[in-house]
């Protein structure tokens, strides 16, 4: 495709040549001749001048000794994103169901649907119209997934979950298992509370490999629209997860948490059960939030607190041993003055 | 085996009766007649002398070692030792050579010599699996993915389209090899646009990758894990990631997008690794440590955010003492206050 063209599908604006040839897109360390690469971190600056890409999307202000032909955008991983959707060269899945499935006669199944073999699909399922559905998915009795859905291989949906359209589910994802709650009886033991009550996922969310999301015995858990969920994410039982939400990769919330619109978490957080978390809020990688989180604050650490304060802490924590010196250095030198001011004392008597 | 072969086939020298018959390789404390031993964790070596096994695999010799009340396979390397005699006496129960008439192979794939494809398995168009592979009931194998010979696959494991596998891999079950990374623009509004995933995941030689793991395909470029390296279970790779050779990463470890982990790094369970960093040849990270920026080579990190361990023990030990230091402050603020009274006293009767 020609540079300009490109320019235009995109919505950026071209410096440089726009008859060049860009045949894909790469990243800046490995692009050559005839890839379009983007830089949106300072970070990789340096890169950029080395680059032998034929051309770069940038920011607004970015400036740039790439001596390659630049595609100037507000948003480039925006731009970056779509230019990977005109060169994506991914085959879906052929349309309709495999014989080797095992779907049950009266679960509902939409127009132009792909069934792929070893999927199972329980009485009263129904899955919406274009939506794939990948080997080895188990899909319980009345759980209902929307139009447009991907269900990667050897994904669980539990009986009657309820999946909105557009979602993608990874390899691996278990949703609607039972929820961890136990009696504990005089004995000790653990009497389980069965877990039967509802899981929604709502339109456009994505959740990661081998996430998994479970179901509370009364009440539900739900996952708002436009949220997306990384890798090995635990959601327990009764959470509500906000709209547009990013969770990364290991993090895990416990029981009856209710997490507002637009929240972050980074990777291996946790978060405690029956606690609330503000819209806006963003949580540091690794962080224990304990309590709840007032709308728009910054948390991290374990407890979590202010991120600022944390990072403060943090270099406190490494200063420790020359703070501890100090006080035993202050002790002394304290304990010399009174000393001293004890004998003017006793003389000027 | 009689223990004099034992010990030829693993290079160890012989103290005892070569005459004995071993059976099986127990531990220390469970072994009885007709079992080999072994210790090489320090922790272990007052429990020799109770061992009711017939010989025992133990390092070189030194003064502090008690007495052993059985015959003594010595090594320089009792753990590699331990590993071939399990090996020689394991008794692996592959299954059948041969597809499985339930599984699904699409008519372009290609399935290598003595292969054992089971139950259930799919794999995709234009995909191929090696000689001898063994790849277990359900596993999913995506149009185009390469997986070499000898490798194994575990029940339940995910190999997306176009991912390559070399030789002598094991994935251990419900592992994910080449699912999206999380990658999304972020629009004015706050809504997240996918930003399409589709390149390269390598899985070289000799790797070994545990179950429920994944590993995370990038938008460009690649994601690579380097020979010989072995990864425990429920770690997670993220997109862009190239994970050096004969690195251990273990359990529930976490590695964000684009990080560079060199050759033989050490992360202990439960590490978490920032993005865009770089982790230098031979270094290592204790357990729970949050690594936030470039790590040395060789170096061992600790704590979060990371520090250099011999730093972050000497605040550490200190974390205990912080309510007496606390106090230690207050005294000291109390005793000034007081030694500043006392000295405005002696200045007004000076006057």
Not at chain 1, 73 to 88: Q, Y
Request: proline share 5%.
């Amino acid at each position: 495709m020609k540079l300009r063209e490109l320019a235009e599908r995109l919505q950026c604006r071209l410096e440089g040549d726009g008859d060049l040839e860009i045949l894909r897109v790469a990243s800046i360390q490995h692009a050559q001749p005839g890839d379009l690469t983007f830089a949106a971190q300072p970070k990789y600056d340096a890169d950029l001048a080395r680059t032998r890409a034929s051309a770069v999307i940038l920011g607004p202000n970015a400036r740039t000794d790439a001596r390659c032909a630049v595609l100037r955008t507000e948003d480039p991983w925006a731009a970056f994103a779509r230019a990977l959707t005109v060169f994506a060269q991914v085959t879906p899945p052929a349309r309709g169901i495999d014989r080797l499935s095992s779907i049950a006669s009266d679960a509902a199944v939409g127009a132009e649907v792909s069934i792929g073999p070893f999927v199972t699909i329980g009485t009263g399922a129904s899955i919406g119209a274009r939506t794939i559905v990948y080997p080895n998915v188990v899909i319980g009795p009345g759980a209902s997934i929307g139009d447009d859905c991907t269900v990667h291989a050897h994904v669980s949906i539990r009986e009657r979950v309820v999946i909105g359209h557009r979602v993608i589910l990874h390899d691996g994802v278990v949703i609607g298992s039972d929820g961890f709650g136990f009696a504990r009886k005089a004995d000790g033991s653990h009497l389980k509370i069965p877990q039967h009550a509802a899981v929604v996922i709502e339109d456009d969310v994505e959740i990661g490999a081998n996430a998994a999301i479970d179901r509370p015995p009364v009440g539900e858990t739900r996952i708002k629209a436009g949220t997306k969920i990384d890798n090995l994410v635990h959601i327990a039982h009764g959470v509500s997860i906000g709209r547009r939400v990013l969770l990364a990769a290991q993090a895990g919330i416990a029981g009856s948490t209710v997490i507002g619109d637009d929240v972050m978490l980074a990777g291996q957080c946790g978060v405690n059960d029956h606690v609330r978390i503000g819209a806006g809020v963003r949580v540091g990688a690794k962080s224990a939030v304990l309590q709840s989180v007032g709308d728009g604050e910054f948390v991290t650490g374990h407890p979590a607190i202010d991120h600022g304060e944390w990072r403060k802490a943090s270099a406190i924590f490494r200063r420790l041993p020359s703070i501890r010196k100090r006080v035993d250095d202050h002790e002394r030198r304290l304990a010399a003055l009174e000393e001293q001011l004890a004998d003017a004392r006793t003389r000027s008597r | 085996m009689k223990l004099r072969e034992l010990a030829e086939r693993l290079g160890c020298r012989l103290e005892g009766n070569g005459d004995v018959d071993i059976l099986r390789v127990a531990g220390v404390d469970q072994a009885g007649p007709g079992d080999v031993t072994f210790v090489s964790n320090p922790k272990y070596r007052s429990h020799l002398a109770t061992t009711r096994a017939s010989a025992a695999i133990l390092g070189p010799a030194s003064a502090d070692d008690p007495p052993a009340p059985c015959a003594v396979l010595r090594s320089d390397e009792p753990y590699v030792a331990f590993a071939h005699a399990v090996r020689l006496f394991a008794r692996p129960n592959p299954p059948p050579k041969g597809i499985d008439s339930l599984s699904a192979i699409a008519a372009g794939a290609i399935i290598g010599p003595d292969a054992s494809i089971g139950p259930f398995v799919c794999i995709g168009a234009g995909a191929s699996v090696g000689a001898r592979a063994i790849i277990y009931p359900s596993v999913v194998i995506g149009p185009g993915a390469r997986i070499g010979d000898d490798c194994i696959l575990h029940a339940g494991v995910s190999i997306r389209d176009g991912v390559v596998i070399g030789d002598r891999v094991t994935v251990l079950d419900g592992a994910v090899i080449g699912s999206d990374g999380f990658g999304f623009a972020t629009q004015r509004d706050g809504t997240h646009i996918k930003i399409p995933q589709h390149a390269d995941v390598v899985i070289e030689d000799d790797v070994e990758i545990g179950a429920n793991t994944t590993i995370d395909r990038p938008a460009v470029g690649e994601t690579r894990i380097h020979a010989g390296t072995k990864i425990d279970n429920l770690v997670q790779i993220g997109h862009g990631v190239s994970v050096g050779r004969r690195a251990l990463l273990a359990a529930q470890v976490g590695i964000a997008g684009s990080t560079v982990v060199e050759d033989d790094v050490m992360l202990g369970g439960q590490v978490g690794v920032t993005g865009h960093v770089r982790i230098g040849k031979g270094a290592m990270a204790s357990a729970k440590t949050g690594i936030t920026g470039n790590v040395d080579a060789g170096t061992l990190v600790s704590g979060y955010p990371s520090l250099p361990n011999r730093e972050w023990r000497k605040s550490q030990v200190i974390v205990r003492h912080l309510p007496d230091l606390k106090k230690r402050v207050a005294e000291l603020e109390q005793r000034i206050a007081e030694l500043e009274e006392k000295l405005a006293e002696c200045r007004t009767s000076d006057r």
